[in-house]
C-alpha cells in the first residue's frame, strides 16, 4: 500500500481550501433514520439563491419530470461545468487515478467543462449519498467555489443517492451511466442507433422513476388511510403512473421496431454465410483506434475523432485478401469499463454482428496508462454477448506514440499479436497477413479440370477458395486446392 500522505494528495488539497478531514473516513456515519429531509443545516441566503438560480437552469436533466415523452428523446443533458467526484474502492491510486482520468474523458466527449475531479477512499460507497456524508459540504463548498452546474459521480448511483445529493449540493447530479447514455445519445446517427439509445435512456429513466414512486407510495399510504391532505394528493401519483405508462409504451415500440431493424440485419449477415464470406470484426476499448485502423486496411474513409464513441454504427467493407480471397471487415462500437447494461442490451443486435465473426480483431491502444485494463473490460463484454470463444487477433496500435516497454510487455502477455501504428502505416502489411492467417480456411479439398467457359467458376474459386495448384491445358484450367461445400459441389462435375 503506498503511504498515506500520498493517498489523500488530494483529500489535503481540499483540506487547504475548504477544510475537509483527509483522515476521516466516515465509515461510522449513522444512516440510520436516512437522510433526505433531516438535514440539520440552516438554509442560508446563498443557497436559497443558488437553488433559485438552480431551477432556472434545470432544463433537461435525466431528473426532470417527463412533461411529454419527447423529452427523452435524444436529449442531451447539457452538462456545462462540471465537478468530478469517484469513491475509490480497491486497487492502486493509479488505478484510481486512471479511472477518474477516463471519466474527465468521457465528461468533455459529453461537451462539458471539467473544473475539478476529486475521490474518496472507502471501503464501500455511502448508500445514502455515495461519497461520506460528512463529506458532502466540502464538496458543496468546491461546486460553489468553482461555479459548477454539475457533479458527475463515477459509478452507478440510486436514485435515492442522486436525490441526497442533489438535495445538499443544490447543482444537478448525474453518474457515469447517465453520462455515457448521453454521449451515445449525441453520437446515435443511424434510425437504428436512435432507437437502441432512446431503448437504453429510457430503461435507465424508468429505474429513476420507480425511486419517485416509492416516495410518493407513502403518500398513497396516507390517502387511501383517509387522509387526503393538501401535501398528500399532489399530482405526482398519477402523474408516476402515467409516465411510466407512456414510457413502457415507447419501451415496447422501441423493441418492435428495433426487432424489425434486426431482421434486416439477420438476412444480410444470413446473405453473407449462405456465400461463406468469412467476417472479421473489429473491437476494442474506445478510442483505441478501431476506425482509423480500418481505413488503413481497406481505406474506407469512416470517421475517426478524438473522442469517445465516435463509432455507433456498424460499417462494414468488404475487402480481397492477397491470395484473392474475399472476406468482410466491420468497425464497431467503442467498449468501456463498466458500460452500462441498458446498452449492451440495447446494442444487442449491433453487437451480435462481432458475436457472429469468424474473428475478432481487438484493438489496443498500446499508448494508454492501462492496456492491460482495458483488454480485460473489451473481454468482458465479449464474453457477455457471447463472443468469448470466437478466435481474437490482438493489435496493438499507436505504436507511433506508445512507449516500447510497454509494447513489449503487452507483446509478451499476448503472443497473438501484431503491433501498428493506424497514424503511420507501420505494421498494417503484417497486420493484414496475420488476419488473412486467421481467416476459417475452407474445408473441402478438390482437384478439378474447370473448362474455359467456366471462368465464373475459376473466380469463385478465387475469391472463396484457396488454390494450391492451377495449370493451364489444352482442355481447360486444371485447379486443385480447398473450396466452400457449395463451391466444392459444383466443381465435382470436372473432378479428375
Ligand atoms: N498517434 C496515433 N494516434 C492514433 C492512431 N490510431 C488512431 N489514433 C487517434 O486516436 C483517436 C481515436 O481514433 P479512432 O479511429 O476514432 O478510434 P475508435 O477506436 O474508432 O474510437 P471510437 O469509435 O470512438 O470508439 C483519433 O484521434 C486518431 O487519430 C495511431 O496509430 N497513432
Ligand atoms: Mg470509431
Known sequence: MTNHAEEFSLDAELEKTVGWDADEFDETDDFESGYAGDDPEEVTAGDMDLAARHELRRVAGLRTELEDITEVEYRQLRLERVVLVGVWTDGTIEDAENSMAELALLAETAGSEVLDAIYQRRQNPDPATYVGRGKVDGLREIVQATGADTVICDGELAPSQLRNLEDRLKVKVVDRTALILDIFAQHAKSKEGKAQVELAQLNYMKQRLRGWGGNLSRQVGGRVAGGAGIGGRGPGETKIETDRRRINDKIAKLRRDLKAMAGTRTTMRQERRRNAVPSVAIAGYTNAGKSSLLNRLTG????????????????????????GRVYTLSDTVGFVRQLPHQLVEAFRSTLEEVADSDLIVHVVDGSHADPEGQIGAVR????????????????????????????????????????????????????????????????????????????????????????????????????????TEALAGELATYAV
Open 300 to 323: 474506407a474513409g469512416i470517421l475517426v475523432d478524438d473522442s469517445l464513441f465516435a463509432t455507433l454504427d456498424p460499417t462494414t467493407r468488404r475487402t480481397t485478401a492477397s491470395d
Open 380 to 483: 468482458e463484454v465479449l464474453a457477455e454477448i457471447g463472443a468469448a470463444k470466437i478466435p481474437e487477433l490482438i493489435v496493438i496500435n499507436k505504436a507511433d506514440v506508445a512507449d516500447p516497454l510497454v509494447i513489449a510487455r503487452l507483446r509478451q502477455r499476448e503472443p497473438h499479436s501484431v503491433v501498428v501504428s493506424a497514424r503511420t502505416g507501420e505494421g498494417i502489411t503484417e497486420a493484414l497477413a496475420a488476419i488473412e492467417d486467421d481467416l476459417p480456411r475452407p474445408q473441402v479439398e478438390f482437384d478439378a479440370l474447370v473448362p474455359y467457359a467456366r471462368g465464373d467458376l475459376v473466380d469463385q474459386i478465387h475469391r472463396l477458395g484457396e488454390i494450391t495448384s492451377l495449370e493451364h491445358t489444352a482442355d481447360g484450367t486444371r485447379i486443385a486446392g480447398r473450396a
